[in-house]
Nanobody, 121 residues
Framework: QVHLVESGGGLVQPGGSLRLYCAAS????????MGWARQAPGKQRELVAD???????IYGDSVKGRFTISTDNAKNTVYLQMNSLKPEDTAVYYC???????????????WGQGTQVTVSL
């Protein structure tokens, strides 16, 4: 069993910053990929940022240059530093990981419960 716990969301003014955290725990053999997606009301879920092997990163076009994804492999944690936030960044942010479970030794896709980020005056 693998569990993801997210934190760090909240209300921030335009131009402000937030840092999201997602910690994976449980029967983890290895982690292939960790990342973040977001979903705004009435819109489809979209990629925010992804990191594979702790090194290779990709970002959604709308966040490039403003958001930075990083990991702490010892803590099985992924971070999302969000700077220069805009009202259009308002969404529920979901942690997403691909983890090999100790019990099955198979890679599976896991999602967090989501954390709300609201950018508003």
């Amino acid at each position: 069993q693998v569990h993801l716990v997210e934190s760090g969301g909240g209300l921030v003014q335009p131009g402000g910053s937030l840092r999201l955290y997602c910690a994976a725990s449980g029967s983890i053999s290895s982690i292939r990929r960790m990342g973040w997606a977001r979903q705004a009301p009435g819109k489809q879920r979209e990629l925010v940022a992804d990191i594979t092997g702790g090194i290779s990163t990709i970002y959604g076009d709308s966040v490039k240059g403003r958001f930075t994804i990083s990991t702490d492999n010892a803590k099985n944690t992924v971070y999302l530093q969000m700077n220069s936030l805009k009202p259009e960044d308002t969404a529920v942010y979901y942690c997403n990981t691909v983890i090999r479970d100790v019990a099955t030794m198979m890679f599976n896709d896991y999602w967090g419960q989501g954390t709300q980020v609201t950018v508003s005056l």
